[in-house]
């Protein structure tokens, strides 16, 4: 059991609400209680919520999260060049070992940065779902598919394995992740669409990321990359799509029309120089969207805390607007939002008995975040990642006075910039 005693909480119910001073407890991997009166749990563990503010853990919706050792060593490219030139020659390099260690690295960051759920696509599956049961982090893990030599029957077979591993776990699920029309055929979205429906999961694909994406496909095929799926019936399972930067009207209408949830990136599509999503208009018309970070290496971190401040300020240049996506709207995607394209709406993304409990927790002495003013605009314009001191998953403290409870920060970062140097 865990008690947080006098804590201030955003709990994402309802626009703009605070509760100024609340105890909640969680009992096993759950919120149990949440009361304005004193509880009494003489055997819980407690921490005392004094100037401190809790709020769902983070969702971060579009990762790549073995791709750590590439940060900061291929700037300033777009999105073709830096994939085609820099990332995919070293990715062929990389072993199952150093995989794990980019993965764990990279879980690390997020565990900081007050993010308990992380939406991956990389592969090899297994490995990477249990380096985030072992870090003890919440994740979908999407086993990206580029079509090349493997076979897409292996890649399915593989898929279902790592999916059988992982059914029973509290923390992890595995599912297809076909990487984008330009890299993925016709036939092997088909069979992974086929996949994510039978095993009843979500399908996670990079889609409309940029300009030449949508005009290659139209060259191609007459057709959008939103089209031409949607023609194909991969709407049909449940879709993440990253990006959706480059979108026609009738886009926005399939998207909203087919319940596709969107992951925006806004530091990985002004880095890439891909463009703006209209994250307002996906949002006027009942589209789902959430926030992701894209990789170490687009980004060039994993703060959550940035990604929010980028999309809220974007959107307003975006639509001409100061009023577009305040701060609450950015919360939203963080949280609920995230937690609906993931079809966990109904126990995660929310400070809510009977939730899971989630949780990050703010300190909210720094320099940074006062005077303090509204919570809410707070956290997403002036604070960042270094702000965060605790992080719950599960029912399970993973962070704690913003240091690390279970893998050595210290052993993690030596190891990293160790194995590091062979894909310089
Ligand atoms: N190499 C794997 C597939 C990995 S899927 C994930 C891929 O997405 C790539 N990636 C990372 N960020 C982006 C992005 O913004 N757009 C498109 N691809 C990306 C990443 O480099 C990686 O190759 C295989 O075929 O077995
Ligand atoms: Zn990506």
Redesign the pocket.
Known sequence: MILLKNIKAIPMIEENLIYENVNILIEGNRIVKISKDKIDAKDAYKIDGTCKLVIPGLINL?T?LGMSFFKNIADDLNLMDWLEKEIWPREAKLTPEDIELATKYSIMEAIKSGTSTLVD?YNPSSLIARSMEEMGVRGLVSYGVIDNEKPIDEKIEEIEEAFLEFKDSDLVTVNPGPHAVYTVSRESFIKLRDLALKLNTPLHI?LSETLSEVQNTIKEFSKTPVEYLDDMGIFNAKTIA?HCVHLEDKDFEILAKRNVSVAHNPCSNLKLASGIADVQKMLDMGINVGLGT??SSSNNNLDMFEEMKFASLLAKVKSNSPTSLKAYKVLEMATVNGARAIGMENELGKIKEGFLADLAIIDLSGVNLNPLNNLISCLVYSANSSNVDSLIVNGKILLEGGKLKILGQDTLMNLANKRKEAYK
């Open positions: 579009h790549h696509m990079h990253a894209d990789s």
